[in-house]
C-alpha cells in the first residue's frame, strides 16, 4: 500500500493467509505440493507466525477438504488426560471417566489432525502416536479393542525438534516420522513488505466487528510497523491493531509506539490523548482544515506550527481528513454527525 487511504481491494490468500512477500509464496507453494498427498507435514517457526492457519491451508487443499478438521494444542492438555484426549476413552476407565468418549483421532478420522506445540507432547506417549501413524490403528483407554483410523497428521511446533532429540527430550524414531515433509513458516522479520497488507487486513476486520469506520492509515504509521522487529511475529502486529482500532477515535488509525505494547495501557494517558484530539479537530473543523497563519489553528491553540504538527502526528489527526469530512458534511447536511454517532 502506498498512499494513505485504505484499500479495499488487498490481495488476500486463500484461507486468511494475508501476504506477498517471496517468503510467504515459497511456503505455499510448498502447502500446493503437498496438500493433494496424505503425507505428514511438520511445521517449523515461532510462536505466532501463523502455523496453523498453514495446517487449515493445507487440509482445504487436499481431497479430505470436506471431512473434519481436527486441533490438540499438547502444551494446553495436561499429561494426566493427554492420552484420553488423543486417544479417547471408555467408560470406567479411570475415575470421573463416567461416559465413553471419542478422542480427537476418532473426531478426525478421514480428514487431517493438527497436533499443534507437538514438542510438549508427553515422552511416555510418544509411541502410541507412532504406532498410529505406522499401523494407522488405536485403541481407547481402558479398551482392548483396536481401531482403524485413516487420518493425515500435520504437527507444529517452535521446538528445535533434533536437540530435543539429542537431549532425549524427544523420541528420535517420533521424529523422523513427523519429519517427512517439513516447511518452515518465515517470521515477520522476515516478510516484512507483507507488514502493509496484514496492517490494512486487520484494520478492515476489527473496524467492521467493532462498527466502526476508520479509512485512512498514515504511511508514517506504516513505515513505523516496518522497522519493528515483531518478536510475537503476525500475532503481536494484530493484537497492536485490535488495540489501535479501539483506541481510534475518527477514522485515521491511531496507533502507539510498539515499544509500549508490552505495557499496560494508561488510562489517563488515553482520556487525555482522546480529549486533546477531540479538540484539536473541533478547532481544524472551525478553520477548514487550515493550520498556519493568523486564523489557522495553531494561532487558535496557542501553540506553534510545528508544534501542531507533531502532535497531530503522534495523534493520528490528518488535516485533509478534516476537510473531506467539512465537503462531505456540506454535500450531505447531517452527514458529519451522523458518522460520529
Known amino acids: 500500500m502506498t498512499g494513505d487511504e485504505v484499500n479495499n481491494d488487498s490481495k488476500e490468500s486463500f484461507s486468511g493467509i494475508v501476504g506477498e512477500s517471496s517468503g510467504l509464496r515459497s511456503v505455499l507453494q510448498l502447502v500446493e505440493m503437498v496438500a493433494a498427498t496424505s503425507t505428514t507435514v511438520l511445521l517449523l517457526g515461532e510462536t505466532g507466525t501463523g502455523k496453523e492457519l498453514?495446517?487449515?491451508?493445507?487440509?482445504?487443499?487436499?481431497?479430505?477438504?470436506?471431512?473434519?478438521?481436527?486441533?490438540?494444542?499438547?502444551?494446553?492438555?495436561?499429561?494426566?488426560?493427554?492420552?484420553?484426549?488423543?486417544?479417547?476413552?471408555?467408560?470406567?476407565?479411570?475415575?470421573?471417566a463416567n461416559i465413553q468418549r471419542a478422542g480427537r483421532l476418532e473426531l478426525a478420522d478421514r480428514g487431517t489432525l493438527f497436533l499443534d506445540e507437538v514438542g510438549d507432547m508427553?515422552?511416555?506417549?510418544?509411541?502410541?502416536?507412532?504406532?498410529?501413524?505406522?499401523e494407522h490403528t488405536y485403541e481407547r483407554l481402558g479398551s482392548a479393542r483396536t481401531k482403524n483410523v485413516d487420518v493425515r497428521l500435520v504437527a507444529a511446533t517452535n521446538c528445535d525438534l533434533e536437540q530435543m532429540v539429542e537431549e532425549k527430550q524427544f523420541r528420535s524414531?517420533?521424529?523422523?516420522?513427523?519429519?517427512?515433509?517439513?516447511?518452515?513458516?518465515?517470521?515477520?522479520?522476515?516478510?516484512?513488505?507483507?507488514?502493509?497488507?496484514?496492517?490494512?487486513?486487520?484494520?478492515?476486520?476489527?473496524?467492521?466487528?467493532?462498527?466502526?469506520?476508520?479509512?485512512?492509515?498514515p504511511p508514517s504509521t506504516i513505515q513505523k510497523l516496518q522497522r519493528w522487529s515483531w518478536p510475537g511475529n503476525v500475532r503481536e502486529l494484530e493484537n497492536l491493531i485490535q488495540r489501535s482500532v479501539i483506541l481510534s477515535s475518527n477514522s485515521t488509525l491511531s496507533v502507539s509506539p510498539p515499544e509500549k505494547m508490552t505495557s499496560a495501557i494508561d488510562a489517563a494517558a488515553v482520556v487525555g490523548n482522546l480529549e486533546e484530539q477531540k479538540r484539536i479537530v473541533e478547532i481544524l473543523q472551525e478553520t477548514k482544515g487550515r493550520i498556519s497563519g493568523p486564523n489557522g489553528a495553531a494561532c487558535r491553540l496557542g501553540v506553534k506550527r510545528s508544534t501542531l504538527l507533531d502532535r497531530m502526528k503522534k495523534?493520528?489527526?490528518?488535516?485533509?481528513?478534516?476537510?473531506?469530512?467539512?465537503?462531505?458534511?456540506?454535500?450531505?447536511?447531517?452527514?458529519?454527525?451522523?458518522?460520529?454517532?
Do not use: W
Not at 471431512?67 to 488423543?86: D, G, H, K, M, R
Not at 508427553?122 to 505406522?134: A, D, G, S, V
Not at 493520528?316 to 454517532?341: H, M
Open 173 to 217: 524414531d517420533l521424529y523422523y516420522r513427523l519429519n517427512v515433509f517439513p516447511i518452515r513458516v518465515p517470521p515477520l522479520r522476515e516478510r516484512r513488505e507483507d507488514i502493509p497488507l496484514l496492517i490494512q487486513h486487520f484494520t478492515q476486520e476489527y473496524a467492521r466487528r467493532m462498527n466502526k469506520r476508520i479509512d485512512t492509515i
Open 54 to 96: 498453514i495446517a487449515r491451508a493445507i487440509h482445504e487443499r487436499s481431497q479430505r477438504l470436506r471431512q473434519p478438521f481436527v486441533t490438540l494444542n499438547c502444551a494446553a492438555i495436561p499429561s494426566s488426560l493427554f492420552e484420553s484426549e488423543l486417544f479417547g476413552h471408555e467408560r470406567g476407565a479411570f475415575t470421573g
Open 122 to 134: 508427553p515422552l511416555e506417549l510418544q509411541p502410541k502416536l507412532l504406532r498410529t501413524l505406522q
Open 315 to 341: 495523534l493520528g489527526i490528518d488535516a485533509r481528513e478534516v476537510r473531506k469530512s467539512l465537503r462531505l458534511s456540506d454535500l450531505f447536511p447531517g452527514s458529519l454527525s451522523q458518522r460520529d454517532n
